[in-house]
């Protein structure tokens, strides 16, 4: 029988995060240390209040230099993942309902292979959605439709009311398919929508693109058409798909050096 040795573990009964994490195997950078520290964040080793590891014990522990621990907990700091405290040391932030949209909005900006897969279920779980809403929605759905493609379209450019009237018409559209399963996983993702709209929403010509895709998949809806319904929700996730990785693009761009 395999014995998997187990992290050792401190007086709170936590995992110990120093003995977590091991050295960084190629050219350590900052990303690459946030990268592993949200790593051990977000799959719950480390609990909110927690005080981390000295910047000297995680360099250690990672095989970094100490400035690429503290660029890395700088930045942490900043997406308000953990709180630096002068002469007290990092903490992990209390509030755990927030700390999920800033994982992902790290995770996208570092390519992480968990949100892509989030990305990926996404998109076919709107094209089903779609599909339902054509098929099931009354004319009363297909108003409350309409509402909110008018406050996109009436946002101008106040951004945050855009994207709140974006995800409300994709939430709608779930409700609207009348599928419990299907409603709760895309609600449970809503996180994800908020993230990577709020990143695409200042490239340009995402408004009117984004506007023109929505009135597609309205329209099909409207006109009870499931094929032309999936189809027009999958071009828009192709062209969303798109948008994203321009920007994930743009912030690599002005990384560099």
């Known amino acids: 029988m395999t014995v998997t040795s187990q992290p050792a573990r401190n007086s709170s009964g936590t995992p110990d995060l120093a003995q977590l994490l091991r050295p960084v195997v190629r050219e350590s950078s900052v990303s690459e240390v946030a990268k592993r520290l949200l790593d051990h964040l977000s799959a719950g080793d480390i609990k909110p209040g927690t005080r981390l590891p000295a910047e000297r014990v995680l360099a250690e522990s990672l095989g970094v230099a100490r400035s690429s621990v503290r660029g890395a907990l700088s930045a942490l700091d900043v997406l308000g993942i953990i709180e630096i405290r002068p002469g007290s040391g990092s903490y992990v932030r209390e509030g755990t309902s927030e700390f999920l949209p800033r994982a992902i909005n790290w995770g996208l900006m570092l390519g992480q292979r968990r949100t892509q897969d989030l990305v990926e279920v996404r998109t076919h779980m709107e094209g089903v959605s ?128």
């Open 130 to 257: 779609a599909r339902l809403a054509a098929e099931r929605a009354s004319d009363e759905d297909v108003a409350r439709l309409e509402e909110h493609l008018r406050r996109m379209r009436d946002a101008g450019t106040d951004a945050a009311a855009f994207v709140d009237a974006d995800i409300a018409f994709h939430l709608e559209t779930a409700n609207i398919a009348r599928n419990s399963v299907l409603s709760d996983i895309l609600h449970s993702i809503r996180a994800l929508l908020q993230v990577w709209m709020e990143r695409v929403s200042d490239l340009e010509g995402t408004v009117s693109g984004t506007l023109c895709e929505h009135d597609a998949v309205l329209d099909a809806i409207r006109a009870h058409d499931p094929d032309a319904a999936n189809q027009a929700m999958a071009e828009h996730m192709r062209m969303a798909n798109a948008r994203l990785r321009a920007s994930i693009s743009s912030d690599d761009e002005r990384e560099q050096p």
